[in-house]
Each structure stands twice: as C-alpha cells, then as structure tokens.
C-alpha cells in the first residue's frame, strides 16, 4: 500500500488534536445559569415539559428588575414545579404539600424586606392549598405567586386536578373529565389580588415582563403560566409532544389585556385567553396592620424593622 493509508489498528489510538488555548474561550455564559444550582442537574423535568421555561423567565425577570438577590426568597410546595426551590441559587424553601402559602407568609411577617416569591403548581396551590392562597389573596398580603398549570398532577402520575378541563382525560378520569374547573384568574380577581395575569410558556417575553411587573408591585400578585406535561396530560389526550404544545399555544391563544376575569375561563379546545387582567392599588396587609395597632395603641406602638432569629 505505498503512498496509502494503513489499517487503522495498525496506525495506533488516534493523537487528541492540540486545541489552541484562545479556542477554549467559549461562548458568552447564559445569563440564567447563575441562577441554578448545577450540581443538581440534571433535573427531573420530562423532555417537552414547560416549568423549566418559566425558570428560564423567572431568572430574566430577576435581572431586568435589578433585584437584590440577597432579598429574594423563593418558596415551593410539592409536585414538578415545587422542583423551582431546590434548583434556583437563591434562598429558598421546599415546603409540604399545600402549605407554601403559609411559609411565605411567616417569612414576609417576620422580615417584610424580602421579596418572597411562592412558585408551585395548580394541584399543590389550588386542590390540597387552596383554603391558604385564597385567604392570602384576601388580605392583600405582599407575596408573588407563580403557579405553573400544567392540569394535571403530574409527579403522581397524572390524576385530575382542580384545573383539569371538561372533557379532558387523566389516569382517574379514564372516559374524561366531568367535574368543572376552576377559573384561577377569576378566583383570584375575586378574593383581592391586586395583580393577575395569564401567560403560556411560548410567551417568554410576555412571562417575563409580567414577573419584573410583579416584583415591582406591593400586595398579593398572581401569574398563571399554562405549560404542557408532554409525558401525561399531552399522551392521554392525544395532544403530542412539547413542540406541538407550543404551535397549538401559538394558535389558540389571544391576547386581552383588561379582559373580565369571568370570560377567560379554559375549555378542553377552545381559545387561551391571555394577558394582564387585573392591575389594581388597595392597602397592602402590613400597612392595615400598622394603621390598626397605631390606631388603637397610641404611643405604646412601637414598630420593628424585622425578627432576627439568635
């Protein structure tokens, strides 16, 4: 074989190619990898699935609001979203089931510098924690709750929810789901949150916008993400994978900016009504709570800046 090449076992393990040291310098880091804990990737979430979009969000959102990291604290209850806590480099709580609410509220009572965000999803903050999220709405208290709803619980297996549309199938609604849904923008509108709004995870930059909107906002603000879970809700419904989730968002969502939260109620197929719905002022919990003891108490009330734990 004069001039040729020899049989590759007889050339020996191929040299690794000497890369030029100016050629390790990758690409700019995503601006979000800050904000994840690397040494627990990689996550639980299924191919197609949309929480982690909304991090992705929740991260951007953190920066365009100039926040001071040092202030936020995220809390999560149980299920694929409540994940968010334990994946985010920030300080965070990964409560039980249905009770992010209140560990939110202890945290915003005892220091109300912080930030608190609660991040969880639509089984855990409106079947098991629904008593804590509506009375949190009602008092105006100054925390910021994302809920992920992706209408089912997915971690369990995929049973039906309180959002799970008419008509819809789950692994205890075999011949499809009979009970109504909740209206969660509705619900909330109606117990006094202060700001509500609807996006999907094809929104990236609606989601985005929506969650500096939050930040900046004293009293209870409320964003529902509508996500898809590819692996349950999507299979049993015949609906396809996380790619045909975005087209079918793309093509069945309108935006309605003001729209009345009584009209933006989700069917099985019909249109995703998103948008900023509800943007409002009244006093904020701490501040009533304030007013009444100063009120009552006089000279004797005196304020405390935040409870420091010894």
């Known amino acids: 074989?004069?001039?040729?090449?020899?049989?590759?076992?007889?050339?020996?393990?191929?040299?690794?190619?000497?890369?030029?040291?100016?050629?390790?310098?990758?690409?700019?880091?995503?601006?979000?990898?800050?904000?994840?804990?690397?040494?627990?990737?990689?996550?639980?979430?299924?191919?197609?699935?949309?929480?982690?979009?909304?991090?992705?969000?929740?991260?951007?959102?953190?920066?365009?609001?100039?926040?001071?990291?040092?202030?936020?604290?995220?809390?999560?209850?149980?299920?694929?979203?409540?994940?968010?806590?334990?994946?985010?480099?920030?300080?965070?709580?990964?409560?039980?089931?249905?009770?992010?609410?209140?560990?939110?509220?202890?945290?915003?009572?005892?220091?109300?510098?912080?930030?608190?965000?609660?991040?969880?999803?639509?089984?855990?903050?409106?079947?098991?924690?629904?008593?804590?999220?509506?009375?949190?709405?009602?008092?105006?208290?100054?925390?910021?709750?994302?809920?992920?709803?992706?209408?089912?619980?997915?971690?369990?297996?995929?049973?039906?929810?309180?959002?799970?549309?008419?008509?819809?199938?789950?692994?205890?609604?075999?011949?499809?789901?009979?009970?109504?849904?909740?209206?969660?923008?509705a619900l909330m509108d109606a117990a006094g949150a202060v700001y509500v709004a609807r996006w999907t995870s094809y929104h990236v930059r609606q989601l985005t916008r929506a969650m500096v909107d939050i930040f900046r906002k004293k009293g209870f603000c409320f964003i529902e993400v509508i996500t898809p879970c590819p692996t349950l809700y999507q299979r049993k419904n015949r609906m396809g994978e996380g790619l045909d989730a975005m087209k079918y968002y793309k093509e069945k969502s309108k935006v309605r900016h003001g729209a009345p939260t009584s009209e933006v109620a989700l069917t099985l197929d019909g249109d995703i009504i998103v948008g900023k719905f509800v943007d409002r002022e009244r006093p904020e919990y701490m501040e009533l709570m304030r007013s009444q003891l100063a009120a009552q108490l006089g000279d004797r009330y005196v304020e405390v800046e935040h409870l420091v734990c010894s």
């Open 1 to 185: 074989m004069n001039g040729g090449v020899g049989d590759p076992a007889e050339l020996g393990p191929r040299p690794e190619a000497e890369i030029p040291p100016e050629a390790c310098e990758c690409a700019p880091e995503n601006p979000v990898e800050q904000f994840l804990r690397t040494d627990r990737m990689p996550h639980i979430w299924c191919p197609g699935c949309g929480i982690g979009t909304t991090v992705n969000s929740f991260a951007r959102a953190l920066l365009e609001a100039k926040v001071d990291l040092d202030r936020v604290a995220v809390v999560s209850g149980i299920g694929c979203t409540g994940r968010v806590a334990g994946y985010v480099r920030l300080d965070s709580f990964h409560t039980t089931h249905g009770r992010a609410i209140p560990f939110a509220t202890g945290l915003k009572l005892a220091n109300p510098n912080l930030l608190v965000v609660v991040y969880s999803g639509d089984g855990d903050l409106f079947a098991i924690g629904g008593n804590h999220i509506i009375h949190a709405a009602r008092r105006n208290l100054d925390i910021k709750v994302i809920c992920v709803n992706n209408f089912v619980y997915g971690m369990t297996g995929g049973q039906v929810a309180p959002t799970t549309p008419v008509g819809a199938t789950t692994t205890t609604t075999p011949y499809g789901c009979f009970e109504p849904a909740f209206n969660l923008p």
